[in-house]
């Protein structure tokens, strides 16, 4: 039993879970000889400078066995009597004899200290897989139809995503804390909030499906696969099976850590105004990412500091109240509209005071197009077009320039929409 209870516990596993309750029950079974699961190790050689190879083993499953055992032998738990209601024993059992009842290790007799040490429990020992990747595939089969919450789930998905959304929104594995590196993730209301991916132990795992949340939605307005893509748990398993090798210096990412990074900016502002009192319901903060990733698409888009007042004030007592679920589509996407036409004026977007293009511009983007809608392709006369912010929606302080424009049909000019064909 000894031997494996040095085995350590690589990244995707959640922290401690197991209650005292459980961990005594465990120890229990031992003494009862009965079976336990089985413990799935890896094994791992490494070679040292010296070129002396080294043995070392990862848990896949059994961590929390492995942690329950350990426990004991380093004393920090007594076992709990069969007649104590916490134990729900079976009637019949509880008056049965128990020697180590109540005992912690230290205080077993040496018999009995014997008896666990050598113990057997099954051991899997894995190794020399093909794929790392295996590892955790296994580790996602023997928990599937477990506690284990979706986020989780995911966050074992082998590839890139489930460490980069781990690094953006933190972690908690037993004590180990990995800190985010966004805090903005804390600002939102989460009453209300389906409760599947809730886990007491790990208070990051709802900012991580957040996180995941707005990947989806960002990601998916740039792949156009939709203006606004849903967000239901599958479609965040989905991101983590599609993007499992995901670029990290790639521009997807560098646009979405941009974001980020002003979202931020006025959690802190938000922070210094009202000590962080303040919580914003989903849409609330999907709509301020969204507005971050349009503006940012103009060049000149620049937050002064007024802008991160007026933007701090506006998300936290402002904005328009939700529209229906956050998990539809059609909802953030009419909540996003509504958003934007509140904003106040000069949220570091200038707006050309010209709206429309004139005859003269619009001649010109026409004759351009070939006179062809430059969405649909169809021939149409000029009456039946117009010009289009291109690639810089004016709301989002494009100008109404030839350069700024391209001629489109009325049917497909998307107005009010902001074109992100530019990120594809
Ligand atoms: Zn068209």
Request: aromatic share 10%; with cysteine; proline share 5%.
């Amino acid at each position: 039993m000894g031997k494996w209870l040095h085995a350590s516990h690589p990244e995707y596993q959640r922290g401690e879970a197991w209650s005292l309750q459980q961990k005594q029950a465990l120890v229990d079974s031992l003494f009862r000889h009965y079976p336990i699961p089985p413990l799935f190790l890896e094994r791992k050689l490494s070679t040292g400078l010296g070129g002396g190879v080294t043995e070392k083993f990862e848990v896949i499953d059994g961590q929390q066995r492995l942690l329950a055992i350990s426990e004991f032998f380093a004393d920090n738990f007594a076992l709990l009597a069969p007649t104590d209601k916490k134990f729900k024993l079976p009637v019949s059992l509880r008056s049965q004899p128990a020697k180590w009842a109540e005992k912690r290790y230290s205080s077993l007799d040496t018999e009995q200290q014997r008896g666990l040490d050598i113990t057997e429990v099954d051991v899997y020992l894995v190794s020399e897989v093909d794929h790392p990747d295996e590892v955790r595939d296994l580790f996602i089969r023997l928990q599937s139809g477990t506690a284990l919450t979706r986020q989780q789930i995911r966050d074992a998905w082998p590839g890139n995503l489930g460490p980069f959304v781990e690094s953006l929104a933190g972690k908690r594995a037993g004590k180990v804390h990995k800190h985010p590196r966004f805090e903005f993730f804390q600002l939102v209301d989460g009453r209300g909030m389906k409760g599947d991916d809730d886990d007491m132990t790990d208070p990051y795992a709802k900012h991580r499906q957040t996180c995941a949340q707005l990947l989806r939605i960002l990601f998916g307005r740039v792949t156009g696969s939709g203006y606004f893509p849903t967000i239901t748990a599958a479609d965040l398993d989905g991101l983590y099976h599609e993007y499992t090798d995901i670029d990290l210096q790639g521009d997807m990412i560098k646009m979405a850590v941009e974001v980020f990074e002003h979202v931020e900016e006025v959690f802190n502002q938000i922070g210094r105004i009202y000590v962080r009192k303040y919580k914003v319901h989903k849409q609330g903060i999907f709509a301020l990412c969204l507005f971050f990733q349009d503006a940012l698409r103009n060049q000149q888009f620049k937050m002064d500091r007024n802008s991160v007042v007026e933007l701090a004030k506006y998300v936290t007592v402002g904005a328009p109240k939700a529209v229906g679920k956050s998990s539809s589509a059609s909802n953030n996407n009419a909540y996003y509209d509504l958003w934007r036409e509140h904003l106040p004026e000069n949220i570091g977007i200038k707006l050309d005071p010209k709206r429309t293009f004139d005859d003269k511009q619009k001649l010109a983007l026409y004759v351009a197009a070939d006179e062809k809608c430059a969405i649909c392709g169809d021939e149409i006369p000029i009456e039946d077009g117009e010009g289009d912010h291109y690639p810089i929606p004016h709301r989002d302080g494009g100008p109404t320039t030839i350069d700024n424009g391209r001629f489109v049909c009325k049917t497909c000019h998307p107005r009010g929409r902001p074109k992100l064909d530019q990120f594809a």
